[in-house]
């Protein structure tokens, strides 16, 4: 038990900064809507789930067949664009036809959560018989759709020192960590980001500030939403598949991720999203792998009793971030 | 703030015309007789639930109306009264509740196969682990507050489902089969029924047996809400820290609440269990967390009537627009959004409950995590 953590633990190691780098960019996307209005968005599982398809479309549309080396990032590059840019759509319209009515009428946040946990289900059953099928003309699973054999070049392996990193988790980690930069300089430097984090910290004064709530909201979804978009194509790139159901436990750990950090703390969503990641590795070469769920779940557990607030703290304005 | 105060005071208007206010004052003014009456009837209206006249139109489409009672009806409707005890009563919210509904299962899968233990015998045993579970869920996390609790009971349904996923001593992911039925108490026989006989064919002994186990958690909840446990649980709800100072020892009332709750939804598991004669880990996904949740939301949480309503709801639509074949449940999300658009504070609420909601942030109970002072809600409203 111990040996194989051993053995394993470099390979564990990038394997868990890969997928935190994931889990972190779906995470933002959790922490930064409950930071401005305190809701549990259920259904930014399934506009992750959007993004992976619409990185599986770019991909498949464009044939990677005859490029290669660099021009095969061009093509993870751009279908991050294209998912990101349709899970922005995506997001604002979950925004405006199923978050802002509730607000409009001042309804709780246990209606809006109801609301969420619907609009997911509602997504994925509309991924499940409609898109899927009429798109990809495969059964509604989606299940292992192929990809050209040439998009595998990314998974060769490169050397480094004693460690051996494969392409794509090179590419997973650095455009993970350049889309957090971005979002710090959006959050920290713009007036919109000032907007975002006036409302997060008073509502009330911010709209008696000038802020446009609504607007606030709306940039919220969509920035969450690209997040979204671009971890969908990285995790498409990684795992060449994707199916209606996928979001669903990478979106319960991603928001575990960004309740690890401190829900509502974008640099907590960023620690949270590693140290899950990390966790879930050296827990699944510990306990072998059909134990990693538990081990992360059990860790959140024991996370929030110690600090119960989570690692860095709530709240998008303490951190200043 | 007075400008937030007029709009909530409309919203809660206009919902007040779609009310059941009438029918509300006149429940409130009955005399004993007069309640004893629509008990009653109500029980009587539950007896003959199964029947066929009543099933013609519930389950048009050939399925079975009284396996579809007893499956999936009754289960949600006993679970529901459950989680409304934890979510509409104390006002916590739980996200994995169905983690508490294995856990009866699993008693009966092992107890009943293994150790040949009778059914009634599980039941009781099945009914301590799961409130015990409730405990052990409940000590260390209850301090947390609000989604913190949210995501940490998520976390412990899906560690128990995966546990039960991994674990060899319960089959793994091919589940426990040749759970036995419960012995048949009599074999008399009345309209065709044999109500105390538990076999294979007839669903209804077993939607009698729900309907049995319904009824006195019912009474049960009732009577509690209704003391001064019940009292503790809607100061809890309302204000947290202002219970706490009031002398109300907050965390024993919320492990009770969590107890009580995971005590109704392990009865539950037994009888599913014992009727399906087994049981997988399949069985027991987040979905039907978040499906009981919206049967308590929807019908109007904290109000036992409303989330019965909100069960019924919840489970049959689904079964009933089987026709719609796979778009049902498509049909189904889209129609959770629509109706906490249009009743964001449910079907059928407590009085108690909308006059909560109505004022605002307050109401949520300790779900509001921690922020003090209006909830999002009605901020939004002032920058319309």
């Not at chain 1, 053995?7 to 930071?35: C, E, H, K, R």
């Not at chain 1, 984090?197 to 709530?213: C, H, K, Y």
């Not at chain 1, 928001?255 to 950090?261: D, E, I």
């Not at chain 2, 015998?121 to 609000?146: D, H, K, N, Q, Y």
Request: charged share 15%; net charge positive.
């Amino acid at each position: 038990m111990l040996d194989d953590f051993i053995n394993q633990f470099w390979p564990s190691t990038i394997d868990g900064l890969a997928l935190g780098a994931i889990y972190a960019l779906l995470a933002l996307g959790y922490t930064m809507v409950y930071g401005v209005l305190r809701l549990i968005n259920f259904a930014h599982a399934d506009i992750f789930m959007v993004g992976t398809f619409a990185a599986l479309w770019t991909v498949r549309t464009l044939g990677v067949g005859t490029v290669g080396g660099i021009a095969l990032v061009g093509v993870v590059a751009l279908s991050a664009v294209v998912a990101g840019l349709i899970t922005a759509g995506s997001a604002m319209l979950l925004e405006v036809t199923a978050y802002r009515p509730l607000r409009k009428r001042g309804a709780s946040r246990l209606a809006a959560l109801i609301s969420a946990i619907g609009a997911s289900i509602f997504i994925q059953q509309l991924f499940a018989t409609v898109v899927v099928y009429r798109v990809f003309g495969t059964s509604k699973e989606g299940g292992r759709l192929p990809v050209d054999e040439h998009f595998k070049q990314l998974t060769n392996v490169v050397d480094v020192g004693p460690i051996q990193i494969s392409n794509d988790k090179v590419i997973i980690f650095v455009g993970a960590v350049l889309m957090m930069i971005a979002l710090d300089q959006f959050v920290n430097r713009t007036k919109l980001g000032r907007g975002i984090r006036s409302t997060a910290q008073d509502p009330e004064t911010a709209v008696l500030m000038g802020v446009n709530i609504d607007r606030v909201v709306s940039v919220t979804f969509v920035v969450g939403g690209v997040m979204a978009g671009v971890a969908a194509a990285l995790y498409f790139l990684r795992f060449e598949q994707t199916n209606y159901f996928v979001g669903f436990l990478l979106g319960i750990k991603a928001f575990t991720a960004a309740v690890l950090g401190g829900i509502g703390n974008i640099r907590g969503a960023l620690a949270g999203g590693f140290v899950l990641g990390l966790l879930e590795m050296y827990g699944s070469s510990l306990f072998g792998s059909q134990w990693r769920d538990v081990v992360a779940f059990t860790v959140l557990i024991l996370v929030l009793m110690f600090r119960p607030t989570g690692i860095l703290g709530e709240s998008l304005q303490q951190a200043r971030a | 703030m007075n400008l937030t105060k007029t709009i909530n005071g409309k919203a809660g208007k206009r919902g007040a015309a779609l009310s059941l206010d009438p029918l509300r004052n006149w429940w409130a003014g009955a005399p004993g007789w007069q309640r004893w009456a629509v008990y009653i009837l109500l029980i009587i209206g539950g007896v003959f639930l199964p029947s066929e006249a009543i099933g013609s139109f519930m389950a048009p489409s050939g399925a079975s109306w009284p396996s579809m009672l007893s499956d999936q009806i009754a289960i949600y409707v006993l679970l529901a009264l459950g989680l409304n005890v934890v979510v509409g009563m104390a006002g916590l919210l739980d996200l994995g509740y169905v983690a508490f509904y294995a856990v009866g299962g699993y008693t009966i899968a092992i107890f009943a196969v293994r150790y040949h233990w009778s059914f009634w015998e599980t039941l009781v045993l099945a009914i301590l682990f799961s409130a015990l579970a409730g405990v052990i869920l409940g000590a260390p996390t209850l301090r947390l507050r609000g989604d913190y609790l949210a995501i940490v009971t998520l976390g412990f349904g899906e560690i128990v489902k995966r546990t039960a996923n991994n674990s060899s001593f319960v089959n793994g992911p091919r589940g426990v089969q040749g759970i036995p039925h419960p012995p048949s108490l009599s074999e008399f026989e009345i309209f065709g029924v044999q109500p105390l006989k538990y076999g294979l064919l007839d669903s209804r002994p077993y939607y009698y047996m729900l309907l049995a186990f319904i009824i006195i958690a019912i009474i049960f909840v009732r009577r509690l809400d209704a003391s001064r446990v019940g009292r503790a649980w809607a100061s809890i709800r309302e204000d947290e820290d202002a219970a706490e100072l009031m002398g109300v020892p907050t965390f024993r009332f919320k492990l009770a609440a969590f107890a009580i709750g995971a005590a109704i939804g392990g009865s539950g598991g037994v009888v599913f269990a014992a009727k399906q004669t087994s049981i997988l880990p399949a069985n027991f996904e987040f979905i039907v967390s978040a499906l009981i949740l919206a049967a308590v939301v929807l019908g109007g949480s904290g109000n036992i009537p409303g989330a019965m309503l909100g069960a019924f709801v919840v489970a049959w639509l689904p079964e009933r627009f089987r026709f719609l074949d796979e778009y049902r449940m498509l049909i189904f999300g889209g129609a959770l959004v629509l109706m906490m658009i249009f009743r964001p504070e449910g079907l059928w609420p407590s009085r108690r409950r909308k006059a909560e909601l109505a004022e605002g942030g307050g109401g949520m109970g300790s779900m509001g995590a921690e922020v003090a002072g209006p909830g999002q809600s009605e901020t939004a409203e002032v920058g319309k």
